[in-house]
């Protein structure tokens, strides 16, 4: 019987990097799957595709460091896999709000993957004026030796809300994180005019759906 390791657990050598790269590109390999097949099986059921385009990435080493540095802990292998849990992050893109959703609770319905935490920035968004809705889940991964349960960190958002966050993400970049205040300001102007957005054409949508319920009763 293989071993079931709850993370990593390797050593420090350049092997072990290695090793930690093919883990969680593995992860993003399974729950990218996962996520073609719900789409695949929603658009079966109900001739509609809720995900609009996936993004998946590993976070550079760099990034890695600099948020261990942040959070007060030293560059290792096993600090990394400990405390950064975004090193490897799929992004699922929606055309409208009720999608997040619907997404949300059909991957947390998963039973080979584990929801570890949510943080809903729909409901409750950043100062900045960011939303976006995020899962952070484990799933095994098996080696030839061994279980290996793998962090991914899931976002879940909008169409709109993905433009937004791109260029808060440019904007911040170019100043360093210390943006004039009208910058900031005028971001958030726009992230609200990104949210009446949403709920237009999540309005649309569904006025859409009504008429051509409507429509097809009518033919009857």
Known sequence: MMQHTPNIGIGEDVDSWKTMMLIYNSALKEVGTKLEILNDEFQHVHQYNPIEYIKSRIKSPQSIVKKLKRYGYESTISNMTEYVNDIAGIRIVCSF????????????????????????????PKKSGYKSYHMLVTIPIFLSDRVVDAKVEIQIRTIAMDFWASLEHKIYYKFEGNAPKYISRDLRECAGLVAMLDAKMLSLNEAIMKAKEEQEESRQ
């Open 97 to 124: 709000m009720s999608d997040i959703y619907r997404l949300a609770e059909m991957i947390g319905r998963q039973n080979d993957l584990t929801v570890v935490s949510v943080k809903d920035y729909i409901k409750n």
